[in-house]
Nanobody, 123 residues
Framework: QVQLVESGGGLVQAGGSLRLSCTASGLTFSNYAMGWCRQAPGKEREFVAGITRRGGTTSYADSVKGRFTISRDGAKNTVYLQLDSLKPEDTGVYYC????????????????WGQGTQVTVSS
C-alpha cells in the first residue's frame, strides 16, 4: 500500500522560508514522477511543482517560479520542496503527489495517500 508522509509545514511570516518533505513507501520510488499540489480554502487544487523520475527535469507553477525549489533523494525515497520568499497567497494545505506517467499528470493525482501539511503565511 502506498503511503506518503508529508511534513515541514507551519506558520511563517511573509518573506520567510519552509522546507517540506514527503517520504514515500509502498512504491518503487524511481518509477514515479513526484510533486506537490496545494489547496487553499475555497479554492481549487493547484499544481505547485514537479520533478521527473530521475530528477533531471523540474516544473513549477508560474506563481512560485524563482521562489520554490523541488528536489528528490532516491536513497531516502523522499521529495523536498524548499519554499522561500513566502507570500500570504502561498497559504494552503500542501499535498505530495506521485504519478508514473510524468509531471503533467501530477495535478490530477490522488492526494489521499498522505495527510498533507499545512502552510500558513502571515502578512
Amino acid at each position: 500500500q502506498v503511503q506518503l508522509v508529508e511534513s515541514g509545514g507551519g506558520l511563517v511570516q511573509a518573506g520567510g522560508s519552509l522546507r517540506l518533505s514527503c517520504t514515500a513507501s509502498g512504491l518503487t520510488f524511481s518509477n514515479y514522477a513526484m510533486g506537490w499540489c496545494r489547496q487553499a480554502p475555497g479554492k481549487e487544487r493547484e499544481f505547485v511543482a514537479g520533478i521527473t523520475r530521475r530528477g533531471g527535469t523540474t516544473s513549477y507553477a508560474d506563481s512560485v517560479k524563482g521562489r520554490f525549489t523541488i528536489s528528490r533523494d532516491g536513497a531516502k525515497n523522499t521529495v523536498y520542496l524548499q519554499l522561500d520568499s513566502l507570500k500570504p497567497e502561498d497559504t494552503g494545505v500542501y499535498y505530495c503527489v506521485v504519478d508514473t506517467r510524468g509531471i503533467v499528470y501530477l495535478n490530477s493525482a490522488r492526494t489521499d495517500w498522505g495527510q498533507g501539511t499545512q502552510v500558513t503565511v502571515s502578512s
